[in-house]
């Protein structure tokens, strides 16, 4: 049995109910080849954090109130 936890609260997610949330910082190169794509996205498949419901709606709140 596989159980996943968030990666913000540390509860665990129930099936199903899963978020995935990447945040980075601005690039000032573009990504001009095939290859330097498929770079950057094995490191955003690196950096990815699985969140909870709850955690995402705590975050969707705070954008909103920015």
Same mark, same amino acid.
């Not at 190169?29 to 969140?51: F, G, P, Q, R, T």
């Given at each position: 049995?596989? $159980?996943?936890?968030?990666?913000?609260? =540390?509860n665990?997610? &129930?099936e199903? #109910?899963?978020?995935? %949330?990447? =945040? /980075? +910082?601005?690039?000032?190169?573009a %990504?001009? /080849?095939?290859?330097?794509?498929? &770079?950057?996205? =094995?490191? $955003? +498949?690196k950096?990815? +954090?699985?969140?909870?419901? #709850?955690? +995402?709606?705590?975050?969707d709140?705070?954008?909103? %109130?920015?």
């Amino acid at each position: 049995m596989d $159980v996943q936890y968030c990666d913000i609260c =540390l509860n665990p997610i &129930k099936e199903g #109910t899963l978020y995935q %949330l990447y =945040l /980075s +910082k601005p690039r000032p190169d573009a %990504l001009n /080849s095939a290859e330097e794509y498929n &770079k950057y996205l =094995l490191e $955003v +498949k690196k950096e990815v +954090k699985d969140i909870c419901p #709850t955690c +995402k709606h705590i975050i969707d709140r705070i954008f909103e %109130l920015r």
